[in-house]
């Protein structure tokens, strides 16, 4: 069975600080693909990064950075220097080799960023 | 550039009565997925349509029912509405190049709010 795992139900940090968000994932296939999303208040689903199983190397994209660890199954998702436009709704995702888009989506973690 | 539309924005039903949702995919997109996203959940996928063909079809109750038309746009059916069934319901849709997932990327709509009362 397929199944994301966000245990980080809401996170609150001052601005500027760092910030990890925890996804641990659970899948039988071998090959796979993981994602990240945000859900800002206006909730539209704003497409963050996708990784393949076969591809293990952390990726970095601005105040971004994600720690893919097969081992452990896990896709971790840091906001460096976070700032109040970060808080929103977090969600990662997984989808199979299959070819689309059916993702299993973990529950999300609500991430507030004060000033 | 152009998103994924939909339509309406907001719903308010009654129960039992029913409800029409509609998706205008990205240009030139062949694939559209529809999730729905209760209250403070997770998005559940329902269905999805690939070149106007029933793809896959997830957590989607008999009551609804959705097609994807020649033009690409997809539609979502939900009849005899339950209070369940208020929900955020995204529409998303992708260019499946070659049936390979690694050259797809999707592209969410900003979603419907369907209220039941």
């Known amino acids: 069975a397929q199944k994301v795992t966000q245990a980080q139900t809401e996170i609150s940090v001052v601005e500027k600080e760092d910030v990890t968000l925890d996804c641990v994932y659970e899948t039988r296939d071998t090959t796979y693909y993981l994602f990240w999303y945000k859900q800002p208040p206006s909730g539209e689903l704003v497409f963050l990064i996708r990784?393949?199983?076969?591809?293990?190397q952390n990726e970095i994209s601005g105040r971004y950075s994600w720690n893919f660890q097969k081992s452990t199954s896990s896709f971790n998702f840091t906001i460096t220097a976070s700032q109040v436009v970060d808080s929103a709704v977090y969600f990662c995702a997984l989808s199979g080799p299959s070819g689309t888009y059916k993702y299993i989506f973990g529950t999300g973690t609500r991430l507030k960023v004060l000033a | 550039a152009a998103g994924v539309i939909q339509s309406p924005r907001h719903l308010i039903k009654e129960k039992r009565e029913t409800a029409t949702l509609k998706c205008y995919p990205i240009?030139?997109?062949?694939?559209v997925y529809w999730y729905q996203q209760g209250p403070g959940q997770d998005p559940q996928f329902l269905i999805s349509f690939y070149e106007k063909m029933q793809s896959d079809k997830g957590s989607i109750p008999d009551r609804f029912s959705a097609q994807q038309f020649s033009d690409y746009h997809s539609e979502l059916n939900m009849s005899s509405l339950e209070l369940g069934d208020s929900a955020l319901y995204f529409c998303?849709?992708?260019?499946?190049?070659?049936?390979?997932?690694?050259?797809?990327?999707?592209?969410f709509g900003s979603g419907t709010q369907l209220s039941v009362l």
């Open positions: 998303a849709s992708s260019l499946r190049t070659g049936g390979d997932i690694r050259n797809e990327k999707l592209f």
């Open positions: 240009p030139r997109h062949d694939t």
């Open positions: 990784r393949n199983s076969f591809d293990e």
